[in-house]
């Protein structure tokens, strides 16, 4: 096991001169399972917060790739390393970094388990494993056949294997992406993915197409995409419903031909972005719930489930919150703070809790959705009024200055939960 720390030398001398409450505290153990937007920020915020407790981050990537801004990518517009980032500052700040993935948990024994065997014991667990694929659907579509039509909806080698894809397209093909039901990762992304795919295609191979196969009638930032669409891209984007035969129910590889109850979309590159559910430890651990999400305390993100972990980012079921980088990123502090007053016998308060998605239509075209989040019967609701949209008519200005909103907000999330 591989484990970094820079204080770990200070424990025992430490251990001598402390008082016994401080000393209580120094022994208290919190074990992160996942290194993105959850569980980075989650494990920073909490050595802040209680800094005499040991705080481990198991992550089996040393590298993160972010999924936001992946869809630029794809198209062209930056490079993979812009997308990727290390553990170094948060190793810096005293946290241990375990670079292998969590196979087991035992909430009785309060252990888990890594992939090298090794048993370490908690006093507070917080699972953030972001999510998995439910594999098999649509018909034919595995692991295997990812290799061949790509999600990339995890970012990283998927993100260049669609990107490669589109580079070798000959002008006048299609580019059809089938877009899984809700809930999933954020539920923008596909008619960003749409979007820039098709500003790709009019600069260079415009007797091109791109189709949205959709399980879903309706979408968030639907009127304002469509509306841009119209603007930008006519005749070259088509988004079809569910109610308008959209559900991919099978996917044909020879052929990469997506199919649907009535018809067959032959594809010169075929996007498949399958259903999901929470990363599979969380079912391991028993948070997991029959929908495959884990049910969360709002005020505390502890499991209802499985006493003393707690469960963020996109694997936890959090209302009405979008399953957003912007949303772990909160979850990952309000769960700090809780597990910060728990640890210390003290009983968290719920709060309310902030997202905002941006999306590109083109580069230098941004539209966003806020949304401002209370709990109300153990969910987060909608506080109503406190959020909203682009509007639906603005001047090219406007577009271009919530772009650059968008890349300040990646510029600054980023830095803070990995700088
Ligand atoms: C194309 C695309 C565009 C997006 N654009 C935006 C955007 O503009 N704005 C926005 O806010 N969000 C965006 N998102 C959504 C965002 O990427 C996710 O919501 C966010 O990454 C969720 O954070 P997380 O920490 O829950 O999961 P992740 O960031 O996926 O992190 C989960 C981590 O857990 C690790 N892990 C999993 N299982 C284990 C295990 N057993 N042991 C140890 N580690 C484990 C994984 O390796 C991973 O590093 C986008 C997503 C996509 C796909």
């Known amino acids: 096991m591989k484990i970094r720390t820079r204080r770990s030398f200070l424990k025992g001398s430490l251990a001598a001169l402390l008082p016994m409450p401080a000393l209580a505290q120094a022994q ?20 802040r917060l209680v800094p005499n407790a040991r705080v481990m981050l198991v992550e089996p990537n040393p590298t993160f790739t972010a999924c936001p801004f992946s869809n630029g990518v794809i198209t062209g517009l930056r490079p993979l390393r812009a997308q990727q980032f290390n553990y170094e500052g ?12 969590a196979t087991k948990v035992d909430p009785q024994a309060r252990s888990i388990t890594l992939s090298d065997g090794t048993a370490l014991p908690y006093d507070r667990l917080v699972l953030a494993p972001g999510v998995d694929f439910r594999w098999g659907s649509p018909t034919g579509y595995d692991e295997a056949a990812s290799a061949r039509m790509p999600h990339a909806w995890k970012a990283g080698e998927q993100t260049l294997l669609l990107r490669r894809q589109l580079e070798a397209m000959e002008d006048g093909g299609l580019v059809a992406i089938s877009a899984p039901p809700n809930p999933m990762r954020c539920p923008t992304g596909v008619y960003e993915r749409a979007s820039l795919i098709a500003f790709y295609l009019k600069a ?29 891209y006519p005749g070259l984007l088509e988004w079809v419903p569910l109610s308008n035969d959209g559900k991919v129910v099978s996917v044909e590889l020879a052929t990469n031909t997506l199919v649907t109850d009535f018809t067959q979309h032959k594809a ?23 929908t495959g999400w884990c049910p969360i305390d709002p005020a505390t993100f502890e499991s209802p489930l499985q006493k003393n972990i707690h469960v963020i980012g996109d694997a936890a079921i959090s209302g009405a ?12 502090k309000a769960c700090a ?35 401002v989040y209370q709990p109300v019967n153990g ?30 907000w990646f510029r600054t999330i980023t830095a803070e939960v990995f700088g």
Do not use: H
């Open 379 to 408: 969910q987060y609701v909608d506080v109503e009024g406190a959020g909203g949209t682009s509007p639906l008519e603005a001047p090219r200005e406007t577009r271009a200055a919530e772009a650059n909103y968008a890349a300040a």
């Open 90 to 101: 948060l190793g810096g700040l005293g946290i241990s970094l375990v670079y292998l993935s």
């Open 28 to 47: 208290r153990r919190v074990i992160v399972v996942g290194g993105g937007f959850a569980g980075a920020t989650c494990a920073r915020e909490l050595k």
């Open 204 to 232: 260079r191979k415009p007797r091109s197409k791109v189709i949205i196969l959709d399980a879903k009638d309706s979408f968030p930032l639907q009127r304002q995409f469509q509306s841009a669409w119209q603007q930008l």
């Open 268 to 290: 010169a590159v075929a996007n498949v972005i399958p259903p999901q559910k929470a990363g599979a430890i969380a079912a391991m651990a028993g948070v997991a719930d029959r």
């Open 321 to 332: 919150m979008a399953k957003s980088a912007f949303a772990a990123n909160a979850q990952g």
């Open 337 to 371: 703070a809780a597990v910060a007053l728990l640890l210390a016998d003290e009983t968290p308060a719920p709060g309310k809790l902030i997202n905002t998605c941006y999306s590109l239509v083109a580069p230098d075209y941004g539209i966003s959705i806020v949304g």
